[in-house]
């Protein structure tokens, strides 16, 4: 999530709307307490590997000949032998000795020939034609010295990547224009121009050279973006549904580009996968909206924080009467009685799992609407194994919202890791299947609900009249309201750990959690069991909630991908280690361990590294966000712990969680601090696991938009003090991390 520089204003990463009356536990807890009287890295690309078979296909042009060579490897590192890097507050990245981080891709920089260097000054234009801004979730494709797609290629390959949102104050895009751009309505169209396209997904060709060094590839024909103007086809249930007629497409099976796009995700067919994350900012309703719809609308588009005459993030939509601005306005404007002929629909059309083919850009993309519709992060796949379906797990990253895993009712294929047509994999087993959302129990178990129409509770819901399973797809918070699922502390990236297949999810705090909930506020449970008080020296008063967030993992029942039933503990709580280990720091971390707010987490699929990056406020006082280095063990592996609260009316409070084993020095560690005002996001790697591309998103956002033509004022310079670029103002940027004896990384 990125800052709001205006507190006055809502912050569109920051969303807060699940205003339901689920229990949280709350209901669970009391009856407990009366009683006594009181779980991508792609395993998906993993899973292909271990199966060994004739692996992923070229097609860079739908070419379908496996490729050549052995299959990569899982060797997992049993222990971390680098120096763990210390807290900072530097503008710059820094990596453990022995290692050397570059730069070799930012904001602006040219994907084509014919487009120019990127200046840097708020002049460049083209960017349908540059690197997006915000650089977030990546995916490595490799590519074989034949131009073709190679499981086992690692000195040549694709990276696709998010491009999540921009550096902003008061409407503007600031950085993007040569004197901080207009903050006031209406917006220029020649700055919403740059602002709409630095966003959606980039594909850039990577390759290292005889000396060791990465770099991208300018003119390599498989560079492309996908912006939030591209044409997007909608695809499963809400394909052709009258919940997606648009003046653009009033047959309902297109809409225009992609959003906010934050976690990732690879098929064990080779696609890429993008979640949409804070898209409803960016649109605007007009103030008498809801009366004039007069329908269930209302209820859904409150449910998704969509309020009538609230201001949009940017203002887009009023850069002109054109359709592509007017897109941005989702009032009801139009005659029709469906829609046909406005915007009123556009939102259902957003907030989807994104199914992209990133070798070949010719492909459409596909909205994958079976898997729901909320704030996603990542899609990770559970292990693909042959004649069973496959799992895709998912997370809903706002305050209080849910954990979600979608179930193919198709089976597994071997052969369909090499398709004639990514895509077309995709419509096999993404668009038919079962949606559920977890519900964690105080006894360290947890059930996965079903969310279909033959849930009574669904079907019976007083809140919101479902008409059909399309309609559960896109109003999926609702749904889940229905069924009493358990309100998280704001779920980011899943990633399963290819050693057991346990799933692993960053909870990456929750500011709203209590112990004496009131409101919208929720009251702690066994699965999210903090509420704390943290200082931060830069902030008038403490942060109340759980600030540092958690990592949480779950084993699945015997039946695996299928299974309705799981167990779960807490792999690592976030804290300060100076902080008390009988409430807060419950993983007793290190001064070489210890960290706040998880967001991105991947499992490496060569060594098996769990690789946890943060974006984090609360303990920026005293460090920079930053990734680490993880080798965890087994949910289980730790014990049951209870934190004894005392409420305000005297009352006792315990509540019963399940802390992993605490991490020794050598399997828990810091690997890399970012530059100032950073978040640490986005992991890719080569197969061999000797090159760990990531990226440092929004380094110097909290620069004030009056100081744009004071760069000494800028609170960050990075990439351009580390030798990257032209121009002072801070880029989002990849870096490649490699081992200076050419090891692999983390061993
Ligand atoms: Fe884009 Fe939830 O982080
Ligand atoms: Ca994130
Ligand atoms: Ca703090």
Redesign the pocket.
């Known amino acids: 999530?990125t800052k709001s520089h205006d507190v006055s204003v809502q912050d569109f990463n920051d969303e807060d709307s699940n205003v339901s009356s689920n229990p949280t536990f709350e209901s669970v807890l009391n009856a407990r307490l009366s009683r006594r009287n009181i779980l991508r890295g792609s395993i998906g690309s993993m899973a292909t590997a271990v199966l060994g078979t004739s692996v992923l296909s070229a097609c860079g042009g739908g070419n379908d000949e496996p490729a050549p060579g052995p299959v990569p490897q899982f060797t997992p590192i049993e222990k971390l032998s680098f120096a763990a890097v210390a807290k900072s507050l530097e503008d710059k990245v820094t990596v453990p000795v022995g290692y050397t981080a570059s730069v070799i891709y930012a904001l602006g920089d040219p994907l084509r020939a014919a487009t120019a260097d990127y200046k840097n000054d708020g002049t460049d234009a083209d960017f349908e034609n540059r690197a997006g801004d915000h650089h977030?979730g990546m995916e490595w494709f490799g590519l074989g010295a034949d131009g073709k797609a190679s499981l086992t290629s690692v000195d040549r390959g694709l990276l696709a990547m998010n491009h999540?949102a921009t550096t902003d104050e008061k409407l503007s895009s600031f950085f993007l224009h040569a004197d901080g751009g207009k903050s006031t309505l209406p917006r220029p169209a020649a700055e919403v121009d740059k602002e709409v396209n630095i966003h959606g997904i980039s594909v850039v060709e990577v390759k290292k050279a005889a000396d060791g060094k990465w770099s991208y590839t300018k003119d390599s024909a498989f560079n492309f973006r996908l912006t939030p103007w591209s044409d997007v086809e909608l695809s499963g249930p809400l394909r052709g549904h009258a919940l997606a007629k648009t003046k653009y497409s009033p047959t309902a099976v297109k809409t225009r580009g992609t959003i906010n796009n934050?976690g990732t995700g690879k098929s064990p067919w080779g696609s890429f996968l993008t979640g949409e994350?804070n898209w409803v900012g960016y649109f605007a309703r007009g103030a008498a909206d809801d009366a004039a719809r007069g329908d269930k609308s209302v209820v859904a588009l409150k449910r998704y924080s969509s309020v009538q005459g609230g201001a949009s993030r940017h203002g887009w939509e009023t850069a002109g009467t054109e359709d592509k601005y007017q897109r941005f306005n989702n009032s009801k404007t139009g005659a029709s009685a469906d829609g046909s002929d406005d915007y009123r629909n556009e939102l259902n059309t957003f907030g989807y799992i994104v199914e992209i083919d990133a070798y070949d850009k010719t492909k459409a993309a596909k909205k994958r609407s079976a898997l729901g519709r909320f704030a996603h992060?990542s899609a990770v796949f559970g292990k693909a194994e042959a004649g069973k379906p496959l799992a895709v797990y998912m997370g809903d990253?706002s305050r209080g919202e849910y954990i979600y895993k979608f179930v193919s009712e198709a089976v597994w294929d071997a052969a369909d890791a090499s398709p004639a047509s990514r895509i077309a994999a995709g419509d096999k087993y993404l668009d038919k299947g079962k949606l559920y959302v977890a519900k964690f129990n105080a006894d360290g178990k947890g059930q996965w609900i079903e969310l279909a129409m033959s849930n009574t509770a669904i079907a019976a819901y007083a809140a919101y009249k479902f008409a059909d399973q399309a309609d559960i797809c896109v109003n999926t918070r609702l749904a889940a309201d229905a069924v009493g699922a358990t309100k998280m502390d704001r779920p980011?990236w899943c990633s399963v750990n290819p050693k057991n297949g346990e799933v692993y999810y960053a909870l990456?705090n929750n500011s709203a959690r209590r112990v004496d909930a009131t409101g919208s506020q929720v009251t702690v449970d066994s699965a999210n069991p903090r509420a704390y008080s943290d200082v931060h020296k830069a902030k008038s008063s403490p942060q109340l909630g759980n600030s540092h967030g958690h990592i949480l993992r779950l084993k699945e029942d015997a039946a695996g991908a299928a299974a309705t039933g799981f167990s779960w503990d807490v792999y690592l709580f976030g804290a300060e280690a100076d902080a008390s280990t009988s409430n807060i720091n419950l993983s007793n971390l290190t001064g070489d361990q210890d960290f706040s707010s998880p967001?991105g987490l991947a499992f490496s699929p060569s060594t098996g590294i769990c690789w946890i990056q943060t974006?984090d406020g609360a303990y920026t006082d005293v460090t920079n966000c930053m990734m680490l280095a993880g080798l965890p063990g087994a949910v289980g592996d730790g014990a049951k712990k209870t934190l004894s609260y005392t409420k305000a009316d005297g009352s006792k409070l315990d509540v019963d969680t399940y802390v992993g084993k605490a991490p020794a020095a050598d399997t828990l560690k810091r690997f890399l601090v970012g530059s100032i005002a950073c978040e640490i996001t986005g992991l890719a790697e080569t197969p061999d696991g000797k090159a760990l591309f990531v990226n440092i998103q929004h380094p110097g956002e909290t620069t004030a938009m009056a100081n744009i033509a004071n760069p000494s004022k800028y609170t960050s310079q990075w990439p351009s003090n580390a030798g990257y670029g032209a121009g002072k103002r801070p880029r989002s940027a990849t870096i490649v991390i490699t081992k200076n004896d050419g090891g692999r990384i983390g061993s």
Do not use: G, L
Request: charged share 75%; proline share 0%.
């Open positions: 999530m977030d999540e934050c994350e992060e990253d980011e990456t967001d974006d």
